[in-house]
């Protein structure tokens, strides 16, 4: 099975050394193509994979072809390469706002497609993708998808219409995130405690917390009452987040967020 990629940025860099890691493809037998010619030799040199200028060239080669060019660029990507996709072809899309309905239109005619929502943790193996194909994707040619998706992280199929709460969940949320360590660790250094280690401290923090929610099965706010003891110093902190309106400023944050998606 030969994968194909149309922009080697970081994303599909992460997702070809996944694969390549898991040895579910072999380096030669993936191809990528990218119009800058710094992004072609970057995967050259750190995956050993074959790399073009020629969009048509890694459409025509592969087998399951990846769509990863940023989501304005889809349209004229597609117009270029759709006579080069062929009946038996997959394509694996990862741009937010680009439906499964406005694809197939793109390309005019039946065409196998999953669309996906994958995050930047794939870059350690830790990504979340959700996965939803359209009706031309046998479940063989589905579970095919799956494994490649699953070779950098955790993947989940999900229903089309929570593809715009995915972007506001999974996608976009390492943003939050990385904006609370900042936040935590501006505090800690305020309090004296060297950059460098408060940064180590706020990360590590975050990284055992979200831990413990996915391996203990516990709810969140059980695990939070567990560290909250009666007039502690936990209890305290909790009661400034809450004032300060702090989950109501996430939720606000990831509603607008999934609008914008909703809308591209």
Request: one cysteine or more.
């Amino acid at each position: 099975m030969k994968l194909g990629f149309i922009g080697t940025g970081n994303m599909a860099g992460a997702i070809m050394g996944g694969i390549i890691k898991k040895g579910l493809v072999r380096p030669e037998e993936i191809i990528g193509s990218d119009i800058l010619e710094a992004g072609r030799e970057r995967v050259k040199k750190e995956y050993g994979i074959h790399v073009t200028a020629d969009n048509r060239e890694a459409a025509s080669a592969s087998d399951v072809l990846f769509l990863s060019v940023k989501p304005q660029f889809y349209a004229q990507t597609i117009e270029e390469i759709k006579d080069c996709i062929r009946d038996d072809q997959m394509i694996i899309t990862i741009a937010p706002g680009k439906t499964l309905a406005w694809l197939e239109e793109q390309f005019g005619r039946p065409v196998k497609i999953v669309r996906t929502m994958p995050n930047t943790p794939a870059l350690v193996g830790e990504g979340m993708t959700a996965a939803c194909p359209n009706r031309y994707v046998t479940e063989e040619e589905k579970q095919y998808a799956l494994e490649i998706l699953g070779a950098f992280g955790k993947v989940e199929v999900v229903p089309e219409h929570l593809i715009d709460a995915v972007v506001a969940v999974s996608g976009s949320s390492p943003a939050y995130v990385f904006l609370f360590i900042e936040a935590m660790a501006d505090a800690a250094v305020a309090e004296g405690m060297p950059r460098a280690q408060a940064y180590q401290f706020a990360a590590q923090a975050v990284y055992g917390s979200a831990k413990m929610v996915l391996e203990t099965g516990k709810h969140p706010g059980e695990l939070k009452d567990m560290v909250c003891s009666p007039a502690g110093t936990t209890i305290e902190a909790v009661r400034v987040l809450e004032k300060e309106g702090f989950r109501s400023a996430v939720i606000e944050a990831m509603k607008a967020c999934a609008d914008v998606s909703r809308n591209l």
